[in-house]
């Protein structure tokens, strides 16, 4: 009987440099160091997740004898560039870092002890992504007969016609014994979820040498469907019987679905309709990096689930087992993506080096592995190619990767797709032709043009909005969409978002519920992952609408209120938080899935809202009132005005205790469970302190291991694998894991100047499966006595309005708590882009700031303090009004950024870096008046653009606003130079004369791109 048992015990880790050869590994001075599989050896280092080099795994194990059978390695996932060697001999080599791998290594072992050996292989530039590195899935050790199932051989496909079901199940046998032909039975047990047997069918056949295939059909009835709400899975025993006895069994869950992608009226599952409300994931899973726990991922599905979300996109990777597994568990659907690129590469080291020859491997082993998954509806062949839009071999690469994907799946299980971002193109569209469903990433505007042209294509929103944002981040005000500010977050409101994506979270919602053809969308992303950090330099992603620690944002209550009905699960949420200085103006909204909301402060209603979930255009209740200390209640009413779901945001002060709150209490001591703590603060009169980021030290002792720590800031550098971090927002994460025994865990959590705060849980004897190992926990951080400034509090002496004749402002400062470390702020004024302006004069000493009105205009005076980062950690606002001291001029001899501009004939979205985006193949004039030149001028300007395209760039250059009776064009010429995603390159361009006095410049751009801003040179 064949036989496979986990194999992630026993093994010991060193890192090398590149280009180390097995035989070095055998040297005495060689570190070894035991570790846990799962296991991502970048995680532990912060500081260079990205570091290039070889991880080697090597691990022991004894064999008695050898019996008649075959024994292989099977490995879930290793990242990436892989050798197995077994007593020194090279056995295979496995490339893709996302595919499932098998070894036979029956000819490699001998009687007695035997060494694997694993060479793992990461080079930086590799995913875009932080990918992790080294075997972060299991492994597992098989033992099978002679006569046995072929690895994922079995194919079921069922079919509902008429009250019954057909089920037709496709198996491969092989025999390597001495006999040429074995006499077998191929018998297939349907067991139901109760495990009771429903329908049995068996044949009898010759097996040989080669592959046997055979099909065999079932019809049942009464059956219960697989939904996503309601995820029932049936269970099929196959076994390979040889006068009378099974020398081979496999065992697997399947379900009985039904789902129809129409190209007039969307996703149909069991015949019902379903919009696809999708969510783009990653594969890290926070402070535990790569490495894969089933406890981890299920709570990460648990929580998307509850904001609304019904489908994954495996962005851009075959997904784990276990996210499969608890797909199926939890009704979830899956578009399930192989690759990220093809043969053209993204980065110097990613897997076009090896996709022409491995390819085919790669495809066999994603679809043939799950295909029998129920909750599979899509197979994605790859995320924004761009071989498909760059010549014919993209479309001869689109009808390979789709020939192979029906090889394998025949009978679609799930439609073959692709993510593309280059459907506005004609090569891209050909490549479309070629797949059942056309996946549009960020292509909302191109949806009815080709529902029109191509009424066949199958349409969906294969990759969608990118809003940015930073949990408990508020950059107001509200109407102010900027993309970057000085503290590298983004913030809440729902006003900052990138140039390619949604304009705002409501927009990307609306544009989806309206388009009636489309099956649906996967917004990028659900949770925040690490890197790509757009739009900063920073750690992780601010995509996500819930953080790497798990922890949601406020936009993910956006998705619920639309994506969930309130008589299920009526919600409300309200935001911000309540702690700003007085009088500052204060923008509120609140998120509800009922149709009416309203609004108090200190029990006095500040107007109610209704919301029209089904047509409506305005998604939120908004208000915007000046601070002062109280309570905030939002409340929900029913049609029948009954009260169902309120929410509160009260004004606290510093924090005076921490908080602990576990998921659960008790795990199963299997070295697997995990618990996750949340940890935060309360002030002297027990409200939460939401802007808390007091650093804490974790100590856990007894029957569990502290094995990560995770704010969810992308700032943050401190060791996700450490004892001490601060609180974000006002929380930080502990994840908490079970060793192999039962018994208590003390958590001791501590912080310099409150109260401690303890908790104990318990380690419960359950299923121990052998195979695990779990010993590795985080390690001591050094220790750090800091206390953080929490909130810069302004109080404003003069008024807020400023006029010619009260043209001044005082404001003073204090820093809270008053024990702080740090002391050091800086005062500056900007307009509400956060671009300095010259419309005021600053004078600041110490705590106190004056502010001088010198021209009219609107500004904000800025208070920050870096609480020794890099950047600026606390900002404290204070808004201004100016009028009365007539207009100021710009002067063009020093940098005007983009975001200052004053004139164009169309919207312009916020830019990087206090630059601008413009629209794709429109023209974008970007205007900006009153410039002081002087008498002498100047005919020579530099002009920093992001394009992320090497041809030459059209661009005019203007004096005046184009179509004004005296504009005049200066210069039509180009830009160009080579891209760096992220970063502006300047060109210089000469001017046939010089622009002189006073008077208005204007650069034209017909492309999307990010425009910094411009400098003339001083002659």
Known sequence: ??????????????????????????????????????????????????????????????????????????????????????????????????????????????????????????????????????????????????????????????????????????SEMISRSEQSLVVVVLRHTVLNGENEEIAVSEQELLVGRSITYNKQELTLEQIREWDILDPYRYRLKTELIVEGKAVDEEQQFFGFRSFIADNHTGFYLNGRQVKLHGACEHHDLGALGSAVNRTALKRQLTKLKEMGINAIRTSHNMPAVELMELADEMGILIVSEAFDMWERSKTEYDYSRFFPEWHEKDVASWVRRDRNHPSLIMWSIGNEIYDTHADHRGLEVTRELVRLVRLHDPLQNGLDTIGSNYMAWENAQKCAEEVSVAGYNYGEWLYEEHHKAHPNWVIYGSETASTIQSRGIYHFPLKKVVVT???????????????????????????????????????????????????????????????????????????????????????????????????????IKIYSNASRTELFFNDESLGAVNIDHVTGKKLSGEWRIPYKPGILKAVAYDEKGEIIATDTQCSFSDADRLILKPDKTELEADGLDLIFVEISTVDAQGNPVANANNRVQVKVTGAGRLVGLDNGDSTDYDQYKGTSRKLFSGKLLAIIAAKLEPGEIYLEVTSIGITKAELTLRAKEGKHLPGVSAWMENITSEVNTEIPIRKIELTNHGGSALTREHPSAKVTAKLLPENTTYHDITWKVVTSGGIKTNIVELRAYGMEAEVTAVGDGEFRLRCTANNGKRSSEIVSEFEFVITGMGAVTVNPYEFVYAGLYNASNLELSSGLQSGISTNESVENQVGFRDLDFGEFGSDEVTIPIFFNDEAPLPIELWEGMPGDPEAKLLLQTTYQAKPNWGYYIPNTFKLPRRLKGITTFCIVLKRRLDLKGFEFRKL
């Not at 055998?26 to 532990?44: C, F, G, M, Q, T």
């Not at 006003?495 to 053809?517: F, L």
């Not at 953080?547 to 009905?565: H, I, M």
């Open 1 to 170: 009987m064949s036989r496979k048992r986990l194999f992630n015990d026993g093994w010991e880790f060193t890192k090398q440099v590149l280009g180390t050869r097995l035989e070095e590994t055998s040297r005495n001075e060689i570190a070894w160091v035991k570790v846990d599989l799962p296991h991502d050896w970048l995680i532990y280092n912060v500081k260079d997740l990205y570091e290039t080099g070889e991880g080697w795994y090597r691990k022991s194990f004894t064999l008695e004898e050898i019996q008649e059978e075959r024994i292989s390695l099977c490995f879930e996932g290793v990242y990436m560039n892989s050798t197995v060697y077994v007593n020194n001999q090279t056995v295979g080599e496995w490339k893709y870092g996302y595919s499932s791998f098998e070894f036979d290594i029956t000819e490699y072992i001998i009687v007695g002890k035997n060494e694997i050996k694993v060479r793992v292989i990461h080079e930086d530039p590799n995913s875009r992504w932080y990918s992790g590195a080294g075997i972060y899935r299991n492994v597992w050790l098989k033992t099978t007969s002679l006569l046995h199932l072929v690895a994922d051989g079995i194919y079921i496909t069922t079919k509902n016609s008429h009250q019954q079901w057909q089920m037709l199940i496709q």
């Open 485 to 587: 500010h000085e503290d590298e977050q983004c913030s809440s409101l729902d006003n900052c978002t990138t140039n390619w994506g949604a304009k705002c979270v409501q927009k990307n919602i609306i544009d989806d519920r309206d388009a009636k053809y489309c099956l649906g969308q996967f917004i990028w992303t659900g949770f925040d992952y690490i890197g790509e950090p757009t739009p900063y330099a920073t750690k992780n992603s601010y995509f996500g609408h819930i953080d790497t620690a798990g922890f949601r944002k406020d936009s993910a209550y956006l998705y619920e209120a639309e994506w969930t009905d309130y008589k299920v699960n009526p919600m409300i949420h309200l935001l911000p938080y309540w702690d700003f200085n007085e009088g500052q103006l204060i923008d």
